[in-house]
T-cell receptor, first 110, second 115 residues
Framework: GNSVTQMEGPVTLSEEAFLTINCTYT??????LFWYVQYPGEGLQLLLK?????DKGSNKGFEATYRKETTSFHLEKGSVQVSDSAVYFC?????????FGKGTKLSVKP | DTGVSQDPRHKITKRGQNVTFRCDPI?????LYWYRQTLGQGPEFLTY????????KSRLLSDRFSAERPKGSFSTLEIQRTEQGDSAMYLC?????????????FGDGTRLSIL
C-alpha cells in the first residue's frame, strides 16, 4: 500500500543554517505530494505541494522537488530562522485522503 | 477568510461515555475529511465525505465511530462507549473535489482525553 517515510527528529539547528528533511514515499499511480507544518499550539498548515514528477513546490523560502526516480520529496531551506521552529509533515495524496509521515520536529536556536 | 472550524477544542470524558465533535468546513469546499492524530505521530485518515455522501472509511473507524454530514455542510463525528485508546487529537479538513492534488485545509482539532 501507499506509505510515507520521513527522517526522524528532533532536528536542532542554529539560525541561518541549511535545512534538509528527507521524505520518501511508496505509491501506485501518480500521487500528489505535500509538506504541512504545525507551529506550536496551532493547526496543520499547507507549506507547499507538487502534483507531478519534477515539479518544485516552494513557499516562505522552503523548497521540495518531486523526484519520481528516487521516490523522494525532500524539504530544504537555505537559511532557517527561529520562527521556523515547528513540526513538519510530509504527505502523499491518493484517492482522496492524505497519508502522512510521522513528522519531524525542528528547533532553531538563535 | 473563514477557515475550518472545530468544536469543542478540548473534551474530557470518562471511559464508556459517548462524545460528539463538530466540524464546519470552508464554505465552498465540498469534500470534508476526518483524521486522528496521536502524540508523536502524523494524522491518520478516518473517513471523508463528498457533499453528503460518505465515500471512504478507514479500517481505523471501528463500529463505535460514526460520522455524518447530513446537508453537505457541517459534519459530526460521534464515538460511542469511549475507550482509553480513543484519546487523541481529532482533526477535520476540507477541500475542493478535484482529484488528489487539491490541498486539504485543516482545523485546529478537538483534543479528546479519556479518564
Amino acid at each position: 500500500g501507499n506509505s510515507v517515510t520521513q527522517m526522524e527528529g528532533p532536528v536542532t539547528l542554529s539560525e541561518e543554517a541549511f535545512l534538509t528533511i528527507n521524505c520518501t514515499y511508496t505509491a501506485t499511480g501518480y500521487p500528489s505530494l505535500f509538506w504541512y507544518v504545525q507551529y506550536p499550539g496551532e493547526g496543520l498548515q499547507l507549506l507547499l505541494k507538487a502534483t507531478k514528477a519534477d515539479d518544485k513546490g516552494s513557499n516562505k523560502g522552503f523548497e521540495a522537488t518531486y523526484r519520481k526516480e528516487t521516490t523522494s520529496f525532500h524539504l530544504e531551506k537555505g537559511s532557517v530562522q527561529v520562527s521556523d521552529s515547528a513540526v513538519y509533515f510530509c504527505a502523499l495524496g491518493s484517492q482522496g485522503n492524505l497519508i502522512f509521515g510521522k513528522g519531524t520536529k525542528l528547533s532553531v536556536k538563535p | 477568510d473563514t477557515g475550518v472550524s472545530q468544536d469543542p477544542r478540548h473534551k474530557i470524558t470518562k471511559r464508556g461515555q459517548n462524545v460528539t465533535f463538530r466540524c464546519d468546513p470552508i464554505s465552498e469546499h465540498n469534500r470534508l475529511y476526518w483524521y486522528r492524530q496521536t502524540l508523536g505521530q502524523g494524522p491518520e485518515f478516518l473517513t471523508y465525505f463528498q457533499n453528503e455522501a460518505q465515500l471512504e472509511k478507514s479500517r481505523l473507524l471501528s463500529d463505535r465511530f460514526s460520522a455524518e454530514r447530513p446537508k453537505g455542510s457541517f459534519s459530526t463525528l460521534e464515538i460511542q462507549r469511549t475507550e482509553q485508546g480513543d484519546s487523541a487529537m481529532y482533526l477535520c479538513a476540507s477541500s475542493l473535489a478535484q482529484g488528489s492534488n487539491q490541498p486539504q485545509h485543516f482545523g485546529d482539532g478537538t483534543r479528546l482525553s479519556i479518564l
